[in-house]
């Protein structure tokens, strides 16, 4: 049974990788029928596809490399996040989240995959935890909620969840 979900979650991880492919094929095309349209999303679509590409379980264990086979590997897709994070943030810094509102929503779910990731890491090289407990299915169902989110996110750019309203009221208390 634990072989099957194993083989389950890298096949899972390359659906969603294939997610971000479609979003940013969609995006793409969307840039191309409207030539000075921004490409943004566009963008974003890219460099998280790259990202996760990179990360791709399925394609690392077709080049030979075991990124599953310990719990290193959290910590290679914890960087990879923060990489992609900051590529992000740099990338859309004068872009506001209200014209686009996929921005906010990949933040978000980059920054919660990152801290799960990390805190995934802990738990097994830190605190030495090996059988199974809440925190690992909590894991499993945030990062793909997460995944999920990011990718609808970018293929509608819209405000669906209302984190954008939630963030500009946050802002107005501050103010």
Not at 115 to 139: G, R
Request: charged residues 15%.
């Amino acid at each position: 049974m634990e072989l099957i979900e194993q083989y389950f979650n890298v096949y899972f991880a390359s659906l969603i990788m294939w997610g971000f492919l479609m979003a940013f094929l969609y995006n793409l095309v969307k840039k191309s029928s409207k030539p000075n349209n921004d490409a943004t999303i566009m963008w974003l679509s890219f460099i998280i596809f790259f990202s996760y590409l990179l990360g791709d379980p399925l394609l690392n264990l077709s080049l030979g490399i075991e990124i599953t086979s310990n719990f290193t590997g959290y910590l290679v897709w914890a960087f990879l996040d923060f990489i992609t994070l900051v590529i992000i943030l740099f990338f859309t810094g004068r872009k506001s989240i209200r014209s686009y509102p996929a921005k906010l929503y990949i933040v978000v779910g980059i920054i919660v995959n990152m801290l799960l990731f990390l805190a995934m890491y802990a738990d097994i090289a830190l605190f030495e935890h090996y059988e199974l407990w809440w925190f690992w299915s909590f894991y499993s169902v945030t990062v793909n909620v997460m995944d999920v989110m990011m990718i609808i996110a970018l293929l509608c750019n819209k405000d669906f969840l209302g984190l954008v309203r939630g963030y500009n009221r946050l802002r107005g208390l501050k103010n």
